[in-house]
């Protein structure tokens, strides 16, 4: 039976699938592995909520080497099936302050490294003391974005059953949450660009879609819609 959104399971099964997304978009194909064979991801989203129209990753239970690279080729190598898993690269508009020498990426042009979502999500994980471990430590990474939303699940959760003295309330992590899922609506054209690339492995279209699904649905969750799919 799926959990309810007042039962701290919710919240402790939410914290779980992040945890196990952005341990993945990190490059742990370990836990990837690992999370396919004991079929994680369909188990989690089954107890979260019968709505939760994800994809199954069934079936996608390949061995780790072939997983590995997978994940060089689409995040790490860049190249023709580079997939960037940075939020500032699938804005339409480039940051008028833009000044770096990275070189993704130029001043003036849309896409670059640390653009504008990256800024606000740095000033969220500033608001709760969060500082990213996954994802180079940078806020505009997949990795990093989604391990701040499981960050903010087990805090609320902390909060709830345990009470504490600190001035942060349940109520301020999830207006912070519904802020940071507005912005994480970016994951869909990220999803679209790693099914468009993801031919040798497949897994990775997979779990891009079910990304999405399960961002989409929390975000409903906090009341936030995202626009409908072209």
Sequence with gaps: MAVTTSDPEFDRARAQVYDLLSAVFDGDMVVFERALQ???????????????????????????SALEFGYDTLFEVPGSHYVPPFASAYV?????????????????????????????????????????????????????????????????????????????????IRTIATDALTDLEWVEGFAEAVAATDASVGAFARLAAFTVAFVRWDAAEHGVYWSDPV
Excluded: C, N
Aim: charged share 30%.
């Design 38 to 64: 004991d079929r994680a991801f369909d188990e989690l989203a089954s107890a979260l909520s019968a709505d939760l129209d994800a994809p199954t990753l069934a079936g996608h239970e390949l061995d780790r």
């Design 92 to 172: 339409d508009e480039p940051t008028e302050s833009y000044d770096s020498s990275s070189t993704h990426h130029e001043g003036g042009e849309a896409g670059e490294l640390y653009g504008e979502p990256a800024a606000r999500m740095a000033d969220r994980f500033e608001r709760v003391g969060y500082s990213p471990e996954l994802g180079e430590g940078i806020p505009d990474h997949v990795a990093a974005q989604l391990g701040f939303m499981a960050a903010l699940s087990r805090t609320k959760l902390q909060l709830t059953v345990e009470g504490t003295d600190e001035p942060i309330t349940p109520e301020a």
